[in-house]
């Protein structure tokens, strides 16, 4: 385990943290209740995070990436420790394969860490597999492809329960590239057809989060490609079948707020995979391109959930997807972790009870007032103050830098390892 100095760290900077929390808390009338929040609130890190990401033109890597499920657990956990935000990991098998499931546990409780949802991956083909994912898979026009991925989605539910995980998500690739390719209503009904045998298998306290994707690696149609089709599934499903929305997934200008506050709505809002992107599926950092539409999610979440009377922290799933080309890979997960809580804790910063004044009565001047107020405060000495109080970091990356963790990761594990993933 990396040795953090993180009380010397907190007590160099302690004095001009103390400045500026005074400076934003005076105006915050329910202090105590968003510390509170933030506090409690955590993101799941994805493992595939944690090496350098790539496109088709090229992968860069960085040193001292984590070779195997262990490091990037402990990755996770050392994140964890900073921010005191990223309590959980989530696995996508088989690019993690928890060969002993209690020692992986264990490993990751050291650490504070449990398991968020497992991830099947029916878009590549795997060493030794029968039947070839070229042309899709759930929705394949082949049964005996379609039944090994239903297998695979078996088999990653079984890791999962190992793992004490409670959710399988399931991205496809499953698509067309050109027109006349597929039959549209086919892919559909094969599609619902093998996610009902998934979906027969989840156990009793279990969900199947279903994500949506517009285009890539198909270009001409993707089978899951809007809310509305995961909607239509997820409801033929039951109860336990949810749909999962990445912010990258929709095509630019989309107002994702107002899909998060339907779904949220008729409680099949599984939960998020954050990112940012300005063109497509990016997988930029979060917060990087357009923290304001951020900032709308939240709000409408905050203000969802409240009615609902769902818990912030656990009510959904909140879970990282972006994976970077050109910065170190951890320096990039406390930037994303650190923007989504910037979001949340402007949301929280929202007066209520004005903006739904301002709503009836049809004033649209003073509701743009009331959340922009909430949206140009700088919340980060209320982060930094509910970190202090966990035992995390004032300033996780210029601790990061300053204890130079990086180096003594690229001495632990080499300059040139690749973590297994994209
Ligand atoms: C792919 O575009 C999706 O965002 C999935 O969530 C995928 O499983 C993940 O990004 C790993 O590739
Ligand atoms: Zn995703
Ligand atoms: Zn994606």
Redesign the pocket.
């Known amino acids: 385990m990396e040795q953090l100095k993180i009380d010397e760290h907190n007590h160099l900077h302690i004095k001009n943290h103390q400045r500026k929390f005074d400076f934003v808390a005076e105006d915050v009338n329910n202090l105590d209740s968003v510390l509170q929040k933030l506090q409690a609130f955590n993101i799941a890190i994805?493992s595939?995070a944690l090496g350098t990401g790539g496109t088709r033109f090229g992968r860069f890597s960085g040193g001292g990436e984590p070779r195997n499920l262990e490091e990037k657990i402990s990755d996770v956990g050392m994140i964890h420790r900073l921010n005191r935000s990223s309590n959980s990991i989530s696995l996508?098998i088989p690019w993690d394969i928890p060969e002993n499931a209690m020692a992986i546990k264990a490993h990751a409780a050291q650490y504070g860490l449990h398991f968020d949802a497992v991830?099947s991956?029916t878009?590549q083909d795997q060493k030794d597999a029968k039947m070839s994912y070229k042309f899709g898979s759930l929705h394949h026009t082949d049964k005996a492809v379609r039944d090994q991925a239903i297998a695979h989605n078996i088999e990653v539910i079984k890791y999962g329960v190992e793992l004490g995980s409670n959710a399988l998500?399931v991205?496809l690739?499953d698509g067309s590239n050109f027109p006349g390719q597929l039959n549209f209503r086919n892919a559909f009904q094969n599609t619902l057809d093998s996610l009902q045998q998934i979906y027969a298998a989840l156990p009793d306290d279990w969900k199947v989060w279903i994500?949506y994707?517009p285009f890539?690696p198909n270009f001409y149609s993707t089978t899951i490609g809007d809310w509305g089709q995961s909607h239509l599934l997820a409801s033929k499903l039951g109860k336990k079948a949810l749909t999962l929305v990445?912010l990258?997934?929709h095509l630019p200008n989309t107002n994702i707020e107002q899909i998060v506050s339907l779904l949220l709505m008729e409680q099949k809002l599984a939960g998020f995979?954050f990112n940012d992107s300005k063109y497509g599926?990016d997988?930029l950092t979060v917060g990087s391109i357009n923290p304001y539409q951020l900032f709308l999610i939240f709000n409408e979440l905050v203000e969802g959930m409240d009615a609902r009377g769902l818990n912030h922290a656990t009510g959904i799933g909140w879970m990282i997807?972006a994976?970077h080309n050109v910065k170190d890979p951890i320096e990039d997960l406390i930037q994303s972790v650190e923007a989504i809580k910037i979001a949340y804790a402007q949301a929280l910063l929202v007066d209520t009870k004005a903006l739904v004044g301002a709503q009836l009565n049809n004033d649209v001047a003073k509701a743009q007032e009331i959340l922009q107020a909430a949206y140009r405060t700088d919340v980060r000495p209320l982060l930094a103050e509910a970190r202090l109080r966990t035992g995390g970091s004032l300033n996780p990356i210029a601790l990061y830098r300053e204890q130079a963790v990086r180096d003594s990761l690229i001495q632990q594990r080499g300059a040139k390892t690749v973590a297994t993933?994209?």
């Open positions: 994805p595939w996508h991830n991956n878009f998500s991205w690739s994500e994707k890539e990445d990258g997934h995979h599926d997988d997807d994976s993933g994209l």
